[in-house]
């Protein structure tokens, strides 16, 4: 009874339960009676017959009606139901029943013969009040000589079968008031959840009230639907806050270097540039400021596209080993400016790749600068690159803090940093979004092995033979 479809099974089903044992009992009774009524019809047809044909060679009845009449009284003795006996034009001339004394050369309104005897006979026809069956009476040169008409209790049966038939009208009538009233109690046991949801839509996207999780209730398939709307509702709310994080995080981001861009042009304005030695400091510190920005807009870029559910790649194929030298050359001197250990190992002849050269480097580039960020002056950072039969294979592993088991699920998800990174307020927390989503777009995937004062290792690992097109990939 918990399932949207046994209810709707019931509400189908429940009319019938009722109704079918009526309509049974009824089509039974009109079926007895038809089968009663044929019976009956047969009979009363092989007498009208009978009739008919001890009266065809019977010139004198047509011509004498008292003649007629006796004869009519001793067939009265054979067949024991009223008979009337009509000339050609309609005019009773004879009756088995006393009673029609005063009728006698009376013209009654006949069917026309060659409509209604064309197709037999017999008729059924209605001569007063009476209803019974018409046979036209003929002589051996099938002249028409005249009819008889001979009286049946089909009427009674008639309303007998009417009966029946509006007793099936009202059985089934009540039947359905009564499944309406039914459909109408499991449909509000319906409605109230699904009017609940719709209203607690309809409020989200309009911003009309502050949303709120509507209770589990109702068949299974509407539960599903609640459930799956307070999920959405959880993720939107945990995306409301990654918003207005990222705000603050832009602001902080975009105000740190601009403000030491200003500080540095105003130091040069007034007069820095006499100074060889400062001047070059404020231009490298101005070359690092404008760095770190274009690093931000390259972040902010990947957001938009992400958005939007495409971005670009532009795939080639490169010399793995001289690229490899050329990409890890800037973040070697990165890392001994920070007065780290850097160490490279580079297994054999790497293969070629079919890749987009610059995204991938910003995939691998996001991976090793974080290892330097996190890893304190001293530590060590290991790269290692080597390639198998199928896949390329990238590693990355430092000294630093490392991540423990819980964080490393979510340190891919956009704007979320793990509990170490809160000591580096520096960065938005896309940059592994970025590496994952880029790495994915090839065609490949990242792994991560970390434990708290452990360090970490990212492992990119990529397809040989891979084939992105040159124009677009998805990134779900």
Known sequence: MNRLRFRLL?????????????????????????IILNNLLNDYSRQALLASELLANRPDVWQNRRLAQDVLMRMAEIIPTRLLLFDPQGELIASSNSGDTLLIGTRFEFPSTNNAFSQGNIVLAQVGNDEGLLTPVRDSLNNLQGYIFLSTPFAEFTRRTTALVWILLLTGGAGLVLGIFLALGFTQDLERPIKRLSHAAYSLALGITPPQSIPEEGPQELRLLARAFNAFLERLQTLETSRKRLLANLVHELGTPLSALISAV?????????????????????????????????????????????????????????????????????????????????AGVLPALNVDPDRLAQALGNIIHNAIRYTPSGGKITVQVFADESEFHFIVADSGPGISPDEQSLIFEPFQRGSTAQRFPQGMGLGLTIARDLIHAHGGKIEIESSPGRGSRFEVILPLRTSKSNSEAQVK
């Open 10 to 34: 019931l509400l189908s089903i429940a009319p019938l339960v009722i109704i079918l044992p009526v309509v049974i009992f009824a089509s039974s009774s009109l079926l007895r009676s038809q």
């Open 266 to 346: 105003q130091a040069l304005r007034s007069g820095a540039t006499n100074d060889a030695a400062l001047r070059d400091d404020l231009l490298q510190g101005m070359d690092q400021e404008l760095n770190r920005l274009r690093r931000l807009t390259d972040e902010l870029a990947h957001l938009h596209d992400q958005a939007f559910g495409t971005f670009e790649l532009h795939t080639q194929t490169i010399n793995t080993s001289e690229w490899i030298a050329g990409f890890l050359a800037p973040w070697a001197q990165a890392a001994r400016e920070k007065h780290q250990q850097w160490s490279v190992e580079i």
